[in-house]
């Protein structure tokens, strides 16, 4: 979400466009202006909202900048604090939705949703984009975003090329993002998809791998 991104990107000093929703949005972090934003057609999303529904999962519904829910669990108040963010309650979502959202979310416990990925992708998958983010994270998006498409963007609006970009990831929904990228690293324990596309393999946060590929590579360029 851009309003969970701000606050790092003030912190850090960074104020160049930033990708959010899984690609959906491009946004300046200091406006907060949309300058891409690539939501679900509304009957398309009320179709999925009824298929998540049918296995026994209410998902997050994410409009404009905003995520709502059916109702308030232990996992959606988590997710509130750990993003700080306002988690909005609307009662019945098929009945709340009227406007195209920017993604949904169906959260459970990943051996779960390891058996509901191919599910939901055999009957949205041609109309939509779906993956996995986090374990416990089943994400659905328009079918033309990625975080390939929003680096791509990125990219034009900031005059450099696919060529020289570095991508990290380490979930399934980095899969495109990497193949986008002139070079690729796979972080820490990434999912297979990644390793089986990636130029290199850093380790995890915990032992500040992507922190180290960056002053491997700085180190380089002030040895010319």
């Not at 019945?92 to 169906?106: G, H, I, N």
């Not at 949205?124 to 994400?139: D, I, N, Q, T, W």
């Not at 393999?201 to 032992?207: I, K, R, T, V």
Request: proline share 5%; aromatic share 8%.
């Amino acid at each position: 979400m851009l309003q969970a991104t701000r606050p790092y990107c003030t912190a850090a000093g960074l104020d160049g466009p930033v990708v959010c929703y899984q690609g959906a949005v491009v946004a300046d972090p200091v406006t907060g202006e949309f300058l891409r934003h690539e939501t679900i057609p509304l009957e398309l999303a009320r179709e999925a909202i009824r298929e998540i529904h049918g296995h026994g999962y209410s998902p997050y519904v994410y409009v404009g900048d905003q995520m709502h829910v059916a109702a308030m669990t232990e996992h959606a108040e988590r997710y509130g604090r750990f993003q700080r963010v306002q988690v909005n309650v609307v009662g019945d979502l098929l009945a709340w939705l009227d406007r195209p959202p920017t993604k949904l979310v169906v959260v459970g416990e990943p051996s779960a949703l390891d058996a509901l990925e191919p599910v939901l992708q055999g009957t949205l998958g041609e109309r939509m984009f779906v993956a996995k983010s986090l374990p416990h994270f089943l994400e659905l998006a328009n079918k033309g975003v990625t975080k390939g498409s929003g680096i791509s963007l990125v990219a034009d609006l900031l005059g450099f090329s696919l060529e020289r970009t570095v991508a990290f990831g380490d979930g399934e929904n980095d899969v495109e993002l990497l193949e986008a990228a002139g070079f690729a690293v796979a972080v820490g324990e990434a999912h297979r998809r990644l390793l089986a596309v990636a130029d290199w393999h850093c380790p995890g946060p915990e032992e500040e791998g992507v922190a180290r590929v960056f002053e491997a590579v700085l180190a380089r360029r002030l040895a010319r």
